[in-house]
Nanobody, 133 residues
Framework: QVQLVESGGGLVQSGGSLRLSCVASGLTLDTHAVSWFRQVPGKEREGISCVSILSENTFYADSVKGRFTISRDNAKNTVFLQMDNLKPEDSAVYYC??????????????????????????WGQGTQVTVSS
């Protein structure tokens, strides 16, 4: 059974940092691109970053560019999201997702250009991040 488990969330003050981890079991993560998403109640899930299988490609949404850094340790079957200079608007539940189809380039789209939800292979259960002002 494949599982992705996120950890590292919590409560932090504005300007602070957190490091999220996404650990895979039942899956060799180095065959999948991994993406991070976040969601607040009542809003659409937002894709924020992704990393390809060998880390040759990484992408960031404008909302986090320059503050968040994605990395992976394939030997540990883990992907990280280092979040610095956190802002209250970063408060959300953060999810990781693994995707084989986009393994070389990676993607963090929620809805494709054809208007359909992109089907990631595996999702984690999420970890809460709360940033106080």
């Amino acid at each position: 059974q494949v599982q992705l488990v996120e950890s590292g969330g919590g409560l932090v003050q504005s300007g602070g940092s957190l490091r999220l981890s996404c650990v895979a079991s039942g899956l060799t993560l180095d065959t999948h691109a991994v993406s991070w998403f976040r969601q607040v109640p009542g809003k659409e899930r937002e894709g924020i970053s992704c990393v390809s299988i060998l880390s040759e490609n990484t992408f960031y949404a404008d909302s986090v560019k320059g503050r968040f850094t994605i990395s992976r340790d394939n030997a540990k079957n883990t992907v990280f999201l280092q979040m610095d200079n956190l802002k209250p608007e970063d408060s959300a539940v953060y999810y990781c997702a693994a995707d084989w189809a986009s393994r070389r380039r990676c993607t963090y789209v929620v809805v494709t250009t054809y208007g359909k939800r992109y089907e990631y292979d595996y999702w984690g259960q999420g970890t809460q991040v709360t940033v106080s002002s």
